[in-house]
């Protein structure tokens, strides 16, 4: 395949929506799940059914071995990998800073920080020239939290992502020689499963007022800036954030 496309926490919201944007795009899309296999399959199937290329792929981005073990099985089941966003990551109970023990940092600075700098090495592996590749893009998901903070709730998530920021700033400089580009995107308030994880199912409707244009975003709003993150329409861009937040 030509457009290879791998997607931490691809089975549900953001990574979804853009695993079928993808698919529609003429990418060949690797769906990545931690758990939820049959969520996975259910993406992979509809994308199959559109006459789209995909494959389920399992692994905690958390864990080396199983990073490794899932770009071991893109290489062999779609060939050199060209795309890669990390979405992958996770979100804990709402908590004060003085509330916070260290097993949730660990946990939470793991999957969110250590998974996508993994994820991104193995990615650079393959595609960067200097390693015989012929380049590609990569997109982290960062969150409008980095800016804001998140105070009460998870100052620890916002800080995991304000890490992947400079890591994307970092990294985009690193390789932009050797034709890969690094980019970001930050999601506002946004209608997916994730707010349940953190105990608040209903958070981004209750904070939509505090949205300039009212509403909550979708998750197809915030794949449609990957996708284009990732397509030569933005040959020119690494190193920069695309807000997905509705003016917040």
Not at 53 to 75: C, N, P, R, S, Y
Not at 120 to 127: C, G, I, N, S
Not at 133 to 158: C, F, H, T
Not at 234 to 245: I, Q
């Amino acid at each position: 395949m030509d457009q290879v496309l791998l997607i931490t926490g691809g089975s549900r919201g953001i990574g979804a929506a853009t695993a079928l944007q993808a698919a529609r795009r003429g990418w060949a899309v690797a769906v990545n799940y931690a758990s939820n296999s049959l969520a996975a399959d259910e993406v992979v199937r509809s994308i199959r059914a559109a006459g789209g290329t995909a494959i389920t792929v399992q692994a905690d981005v958390g864990d080396e071995a199983q990073v490794l073990a899932m770009f071991e099985k893109v290489d062999a089941k779609l060939g050199r990998l060209t795309g890669l966003v990390n979405n992958a990551g996770v979100v804990d109970m709402q908590a004060r800073v003085d509330e916070i023990g260290v097993a949730r940092l660990e946990r939470m600075l793991r999957i969110n920080v250590i998974g996508s700098f993994v994820c991104a090495r193995e990615a650079v592996r393959r595609m960067s020239t200097r390693h015989g590749g012929s380049g590609g893009a990569i997109v982290n998901l960062s969150s409008a939290a980095a800016r804001l903070g998140s105070p009460g709730q998870y100052v620890d998530y916002a800080a995991s992502k304000g890490a992947i920021e400079s890591f994307t700033v970092g990294l985009a400089k690193e390789v932009a020689g050797e034709g890969i580009r690094v980019n970001a995107v930050r999601p506002g308030l946004i209608d997916t499963e994730i707010h349940a994880s953190g105990g608040l199912p209903d958070r981004a409707f209750q904070l939509a007022s505090t949205v300039p244009m009212k509403r909550t975003g979708t998750a197809d709003e915030v794949a449609s800036g990957i996708i284009w993150l990732l397509s030569a329409e933005a040959g020119y861009v690494t190193g920069t954030f695309l807000d997905v937040t509705g003016g917040r």
